[in-house]
Structures are given as structure tokens and as C-alpha cells.
């Protein structure tokens, strides 16, 4: 588990530094804060594994000559990073910085003077007001994909002080700057190699940012950046593509984003926003992979239902069926005839749709014959929400308009069949598009960090999450 999974929210790649934003997000001080313990706690298991080498050397102590000492089998046995701070550098990247940090550290010490005299033992040594500053830059391989860099690191190690358990432990006194000294020494070299493997080692875990999300079998959805981040002093603003495709044939809609600014809000961690272009390429999509047809038949229609698919039923309403097509079963053949257009105004998402739909009665060969064809002109009014890291939603019918586009029984009243049909939107086709919404599709995520406390607010054109983190890994 690489827990410094957040800052991949902060670098996703420009693919196209002059198109607008589908989807926007922007990560607050409160998210930073999140990601800085996460990351600390990662730094603080990378620096448990320090492995210090033997020290060894020759020092002249007065008054008994030359000593010849060495420190061996060191090793970490308590750390501790109790003081942390992110900034952000506009324009540029992150610094991390960790105060008053502490280790101690245990190992064995042997000595040799007089040519025969040997002795040994155990030692401990204390280090406090440890202190670590990094910068991390942020840019693209590529791929499309976030990757960090450390840019620098400095590291300052206060007051240390070893104490020697053992045989002639007050040797030691005699010459303990040395060896003081050499411990701080291999200990600074330590740490900054440690720090920038701790940053490198986060681009294995960025290659999980949902870049390229799938759907379902018919659609992914695309989250790579269109522009660079917009880092200020106090957040990290992304502009996504927010665009869906269809799999394995990606062809880009003819209308494009709208621009859009995110609200200077800062009590969530992550705030996302999702454009009615969103939804637009998702009619695009579905609707050329013609996922949007459907075929009606009247076991569809619930068995409550005073409407029956038969010619009986619609001859009651247009006499000449019956007398064509007396006692036969039909089918309703639903098309798009244009995307589904999605409008978003404040608190309210509207999807206006024009389709054609082909009446049929079923033969007894089980050829079709068709009876007449209208055009349906409706709009669904949209209800969203957020499910774990998934946007969903359902929809309900506002409005009906209908009109005969050609009849294959005569001229009839197109007015007489509107109930009809506004039983079998509601009852048959909504019901089949919510099974579908009701799933949802994903929204920008990264590895195993899920949305929490989410707040959902529908502004002028486009839909506003605001969410805190949480890393389930």
C-alpha cells in the first residue's frame, strides 16, 4: 500500500492545452492536509528501514595513545515525526516539511588501545529536533499519467548523544565527539536518499489514477488534463477532460465543453464539477452504439396495466387496426432520432429528447407489419446522486408532445394515443433507463482513496460534489 495516493489528483497530464474542462476539480488545504499525514506516515516506515554501516577509525586520546573503535549491527529502534507541514509553491509544486523529529538508534561498540587491551558492549544514541524539507515537482510521462519528482531535499539533525553500556564504558568519554560526529554524518546521508525513494516510489501507485475509466461494455470515461494545474498558495485546481468514448472507437462529439469555474468553497477536501458536456458525450456515445433503442413488447408492460400491447387495445382508439389486424400482439420499436440533450440550471437537470417510434402488430408468421410511426418529442427531468465513488441517478417524465410521422391505417388522432404512450414511458421505458443510471459511472478517483461525507449542489451549467477522503488500502 502507497499511501501518498491523493497527489495523483494533482497531476494528471495535459493532453490538450487549449480545450475546456468537461470535469473540474480542486483538491483544498484541508485535502493537503489529509495527503501530508498519509505521507508521513508512509516517510516514517521508510526511514524504520535505515540501515546505518559500521563506523570504524583511529582517534589519539590523551593520556593512553591511539584507540581503535568500532560501531556495528545498528538499527532504528523508535522514530518519531510528530510535527508536519504541506505548502503549496504557486505555479510549481509541493514543499513537505517534518520538525521535531526524533530516532533512537541501538548497536554494538568494541574498542582496542595499548596495542592489547580490547573491550566491548552496547551502546543507544538519541537524536532529536530531526528536521526535513523536500520539494516535490509535478509533471507527465508520456502517457498521460502523473508523475512526481523530488526537485530537493535538506535535512538538519540537532542534538546527539550516545551512551555506552558495558565494559570500560568510560573510554568512551574520551573520545565520544568522534564518534558523534561519524554517526551524524552516515545519518544525513541516509535520510534525503530515503525521502526521494518515498517520492519515486509513488509513481507505480499514480498509474492507477482513472485516466481512461470503464463504463460498461460500451463506454469508459476520460479523465486526463486538458491544461496544466492551476496551483495556488492555498488549493490545486485540475481541468479534466470528463469526456466518454465509445470503447475502441473513440470519435469526438460535434459540440465541445463549455467554460466554468468551480465556487471558492474550502470546508470539503475535494471538491468535483461535472458540466452538462459530460452527459452530452455520454448521449453521443450511447446513442451511436444504438444502446438507446429499444424494443417494446407487452410482456414488458407491467401485468397491472390497463393497456395491453394488442391490436384490440389500440383499436379501441384507432378503429382501422382492428379491422386490419383483429387479435394480434404488438411490438413498439423506440429510436433516437437526435442525441439527448442534457441542460443544467440551478437545482435542476433537464434531458430533452426527440425519437421515433415504429408500431407494429406481430403476424402470425411473425412477420411485422407496421401500423404507424410518430414523433416523440419529451423531456425527463433528472435526479443525481452520489454512490460510493460513482455518480448515478433516475429520471422522471415532465412532458409529452407527439405527432404522426406517417400511417400505415389511415388518418387518426394523434391526441387519442397520448395516454397510452405516456403509460408506456413511464412504466416501460424510464423504469429500463434508471436500471441503468442507477449503477452510475465513476468519477476521477485514485486507487483505494473512496468520497466520504458527500454534498452534491446542482449550479447554472454544471453539478458541484464536495467530498472529504478516505484511504481504504
Known amino acids: 500500500m502507497f499511501p501518498w495516493r491523493w497527489l495523483a489528483l494533482l497531476a494528471l497530464i495535459p493532453l490538450s492545452l487549449s480545450a475546456n474542462a468537461g470535469v473540474k476539480v480542486k483538491l483544498t488545504q484541508k485535502g493537503l492536509d489529509f495527503g501530508r499525514e498519509l505521507f508521513v506516515a508512509s516517510l516514517q516506515e521508510k526511514l524504520m528501514t535505515i540501515k546505518v554501516p559500521d563506523i570504524s577509525g583511529t582517534e589519539r586520546v590523551d593520556p593512553i595513545g591511539k584507540v581503535h573503535y568500532s560501531l556495528t549491527e545498528m538499527r532504528i529502534v523508535k522514530l518519531g515525526l510528530p510535527s508536519s507541514a504541506i505548502g503549496l509553491v504557486p505555479g ?6 517534518i520538525t521535531n523529529a526524533f530516532l533512537s538508534l541501538h548497536g554494538k561498540w568494541r574498542v582496542k588501545y595499548l596495542r592489547f587491551i580490547k573491550d566491548r558492549g552496547s551502546f543507544d544514541l538519541a537524536i532529536k529536533s530531526l528536521s526535513i524539507t523536500t520539494s516535490i515537482s509535478l509533471r507527465s510521462d508520456n502517457m498521460g499519467l502523473p508523475a512526481v519528482a523530488m526537485a530537493s531535499c535538506t535535512t538538519t539533525l540537532g542534538g546527539v548523544s550516545v551512551k555506552l553500556h558495558g565494559g570500560a564504558s568510560w573510554l568512551y568519554n574520551l573520545f565520544r565527539r568522534f564518534i558523534e560526529k561519524g554517526l551524524q554524518s552516515q545519518l544525513q546521508k541516509k535520510l534525503c536518499p530515503l525521502v526521494a525513494e518515498s517520492v519515486s516510489s509513488m509513481n507505480q501507485f499514480l498509474k492507477t489514477v482513472n485516466v481512461m475509466a470503464p463504463v460498461d461494455r460500451y463506454a469508459e470515461i476520460a479523465y486526463p488534463m486538458v491544461s496544466s494545474p492551476d ?24 459540440f465541445s465543453p463549455a467554460p466554468f469555474f468551480l465556487p471558492n468553497q474550502e470546508q470539503s477536501m475535494l471538491y468535483i464539477g461535472l458540466s452538462a458536456f459530460t452527459a452530452n458525450s455520454a448521449s453521443f456515445v450511447y446513442n451511436k452504439a444504438g444502446t438507446l433503442s429499444l424494443k417494446i413488447t407487452d410482456d414488458m408492460v407491467p401485468r397491472s396495466s390497463p393497456i395491453r400491447l394488442t391490436t384490440n387495445t389500440f383499436g379501441v382508439l384507432i378503429p382501422q387496426i382492428a379491422k386490419l389486424f383483429p387479435g394480434l400482439m404488438m411490438v413498439l420499436q423506440l429510436k433516437m432520432t437526435k442525441d439527448p440533450l442534457s441542460s443544467i440550471e440551478a437545482n435542476k437537470v433537464t434531458v430533452d429528447a426527440k425519437s421515433s417510434l415504429t408500431a407494429y402488430a406481430i403476424l402470425a408468421n411473425t412477420k411485422l407489419a407496421p401500423l404507424f410511426v410518430l414523433n416523440l418529442d419529451f423531456s425527463v427531468s433528472a435526479r443525481v446522486n452520489v454512490v460510493g465513488n460513482k455518480l448515478a441517478g433516475a429520471v422522471t417524465l415532465n412532458r409529452l408532445d407527439m405527432s404522426l410521422g406517417k400511417s400505415y391505417v389511415g388518418d387518426f388522432k394523434v391526441g387519442s394515443l397520448s395516454n397510452i404512450f405516456q403509460i408506456v414511458l413511464k412504466w416501460v421505458v424510464l423504469p429500463t433507463v434508471n436500471v441503468r443510471l442507477k449503477e452510475g ?19 447554472k451549467g454544471y453539478i458541484m460534489i464536495g467530498t472529504d477522503l478516505q484511504n481504504s488500502g
Open 441 to 459: 459511472f465513476p468519477l476521477p478517483s485514485l486507487g483505494k482513496i473512496n468520497l466520504k461525507n458527500t454534498q452534491l449542489q446542482i449550479l
Open 231 to 254: 496551483i495556488s498558495s492555498s488549493s490545486i485546481g485540475l481541468n479534466l477532460k470528463g469526456e466518454f468514448y465509445n470503447i475502441g472507437n473513440h470519435m469526438e462529439p460535434p
Open 92 to 97: 510549481t509544486g509541493f514543499t513537505m516539511t
